[in-house]
Nanobody
């Protein structure tokens, strides 16, 4: 069973930065994809950034140029660097990993952007 250790959420003023970190353990030795989703009340969870084992990187258009995702394949960790944060970035952010057709989720960490 995969266990995620997420950290880095919290409150920040608009224009500020936060870094989310996630470490996966106890599951598959490697994941095809690792990344981050986010969800706000009344909306479906959406993928924000993913790093695939073949090197491909996906970044949602809403955060391009502001968010960067990095991954350590050997350590099964993934990090989301969030800069120039906006109030609309406020959400619960979930660490995600995919192995084959199995999806694994962290418990979520709240990011609040407000003045």
């Amino acid at each position: 069973q995969v266990k995620f250790e997420e950290s880095g959420g919290g409150w920040v003023q608009p224009g500020g930065s936060l870094t989310l970190s996630c470490a996966a353990s106890g599951g598959p030795l490697s994941f095809r994809a690792m990344g981050w989703y986010r969800q706000t009340a009344g909306k479906p969870r959406e993928v924000i950034a993913q790093k695939f084992s073949d090197g491909y990187t996906f970044i949602h258009n809403d955060v391009k140029g502001r968010f960067t995702v990095t991954r350590d394949n050997d350590e099964n960790t993934v990090t989301l660097q969030m800069n120039s944060l906006k109030p609309e970035d406020t959400a619960v952010y979930y660490c995600h990993a995919k192995a084959g057709d199995r999806n694994f989720w962290g418990q979520g960490t709240l990011v609040t952007v407000s003045s």
